[in-house]
């Protein structure tokens, strides 16, 4: 059914082109998205702690770029998409990418995923490449060298301390809760310094959180990523380990600070993609890179896109 973008006249931008809201599927969990355009599918998948609606911008700019942009609530961050069985691992995730490709009947896209979404992303397109034409990954590079990572970087290791904070049941979860998740305005500030946002920008973020069974789904991510050894956690860092076997993207911001700039570019070495790797460190902007500069990532997107699109 047709309808306005729900962040029309919000401080996330004004989003002009007629949009839909869609249900995606995943076996019996169900997904909400935004959807508009006409042309090559495009997903977009968010990270933590963020909402689909961040991507208005490279949704507007795709959609009158000529191509079809689906922005999709990643699994858990809604009622109708967490699993009884409180699966967050990455391959399940994984397996939600290419389900939402058959929900919308589509035999291809291009997917772009941010913090987790980038992660999500790309073990996607490692698990049935066949199904992606590209891949864009920003902020976050693969996973499991960002974890070998940290052992060899006193400041990466400084950086990811928050993961090691969100291992915390009960405390963490307190924590976040404080202050009408005030802490959520905390990361957003550390990890994209400099930037003078609206608090406004946030409030999605900190409503959606508040949401039954929410903050228990997105503290999950981190915990089943970093938890005990068990055949799951085996297949995800197989899985992460894979090489990309479709040309990807990847864009970081020079002050981000959750992923360092530098540890960054050292997880993203061009061997793992060897369907091509166009890699830019994009000056000025941090963590949130969409948002902090949207016309130079919807440039070098739309760029990619294109050549990208045969």
Known sequence: MDARFPLRASVYGAMTTTTERVELCSGEL????????????????????????????????????????????????EGSSQPHDDNYRVPSMAADVVAWLESLNVEKAH??????????????????????????????????RVAKAMLRSPRQLWLSRYMLFFQLRGVAERRLRANDYAFVDKLWRRWSPGWDYDPML????????????????????????????????????????????????????????????SVFRSCMPAGDYPKGLALHTLPGVGHFLHLEAPGTVNQLLLEWLRSHSG
């Not at 968010?46 to 079809?68: I, L, N, S």
């Not at 913090?115 to 499991?144: E, H, K, Y």
């Not at 899985?239 to 002050?255: D, E, H, I, K, T």
Request: with cysteine.
């Open 202 to 261: 946030t409030s999605r973020v900190r409503k959606t959180l508040s949401e039954p069974g929410v903050l228990t789904a997105a503290l999950a991510y981190y915990r089943q990523s970093l938890g005990a050894v068990s055949e799951e956690a085996q297949e995800a860092f197989a899985l992460a380990g894979r090489p990309v076997s479709v040309p990807c993207l990847a864009l970081n911001g020079a002050l981000d600070g959750c992923i360092d700039s």
């Open 30 to 77: 169900r997904f909400s998205a935004h959807a508009c355009g006409e042309g090559p599918t495009v997903l977009f998948i968010h990270g933590f702690p963020d909402v689909p609606e961040t991507w208005v911008h490279q949704m507007q700019a795709c959609a009158e770029g000529g191509y079809r942009a689906v922005a999709v609530t990643a699994r858990g961050y």
């Open 111 to 144: 997917v772009v995923g941010h913090d987790w979404g980038a992660v999500i992303a790309r073990a996607a397109v490692a698990a049935a490449p066949d199904r992606f034409q590209s891949l864009c990954m920003m902020a976050v590079p693969n996973g499991t």
